[in-house]
């Protein structure tokens, strides 16, 4: 998830445990809902001390714990400093819990999609992922930046009863598409195992997975797909492709198959995230060439996926390849 998400979120569930008179310790929540991707700053040193990965120990219930045990004792001093002391009264005990609340809704969240975290770290090396949404959600980063606006707008504006029914109503919304998200993705894994595939892709749409099985032992790489939603169940039949990792040998392409398999390996060199992710491909014959759209299953938004389009000379066999966004399907037809 991006950082101004995980603050939204840890920001309303802190609301929903602190109510309007916690303002404090919503702030603080908010506060430790952003901090463990500070993780970022510690680059330099994560290749020689894997723990400080990014998503590594600060991506922990022990990591989120001493974070929150610190800031227990130095958000009310951050807070007297910028806002006042009236404002950071409080517990220092209820700040340790409201940030320790925040900080579990950031793991929380990167473990609700596809990115792994390591919740016991460094106690065990278990990494935990729901693959139930995606890291990045053009749809929740919609709703956040709504969101914001919509508090910032509010401010000063409306009576505080307002106020609380528009931080509850935002609250009822995420948890509820938590809840729609949770509920595909437990039908699409009944699915997943019926039909033999090993593994379940979250899309853009949250009612919607694609179950993929993909074989790269051997001297060929064979990948089947299939769509599914949360009501309607399996939305077509399952598509399949199968190619070779080394391309034959250079001269006229004479079909589909044949451009695939010369533009596999050149599209694998020109995206490096076809490699790192399940990814699919699509043929379209022209005169004089095939162009061939490989693109990650993984990467999409509106339709439209990120992928290398590859151009098969159909004489010589010759590929020219560039990166490409587009869609599959109006390429294919």
Known sequence: MDLFTHVLFAYLVSFGLWGPNGLQYIAAGALAGGLPDADALFFPLAGRFPLLRHHGITHSIFGVTLVAAV????????FTAVVGAGFAAGSTLLYFLAMEAGGLCHVFLDGFTHFSVPPFAPF???????????????????????????????????????????????????????????????????????????????????????LVEEDLTGPRVRVRMESYHLFHGSLGVAQSLEVA?????????????????????????QGRMLGLTYHFAKVRESPGQYDVFWYSLEFSLLGRAAGVLARVDAATGTVETKSSWMSPLRFAT
Request: glycine share 8%.
């Open 245 to 269: 990792k080394i391309p034959p040998e250079a001269g006229p392409v004479r079909s589909a198959q044949d451009a695939m398999e010369r533009s596999y390996g050149p599209a694998i060199q």
């Open 124 to 210: 065990s090396k278990y990494e935990f992922h729901l693959d139930a949404d995606r890291a990045i959600n053009v749809g929740t980063m919609a709703f956040t930046g709504f969101s914001f606006w919509l508090m910032i707008y509010e401010r000063g504006r409306v009576p505080v009863w307002f106020w609380e029914a528009t931080a509850w109503a935002l609250l009822a919304v995420y948890l509820g598409y938590l809840v729609v998200r949770l509920a595909a993705r437990w039908r699409a894994e009944v699915a997943r195992r019926t039909g033999g595939f090993s593994a379940v892709v979250p899309q853009g749409n949250p009612f919607v997975f694609l």
């Open 71 to 78: 800031g227990a004792f130095v958000v009310p001093i951050l």
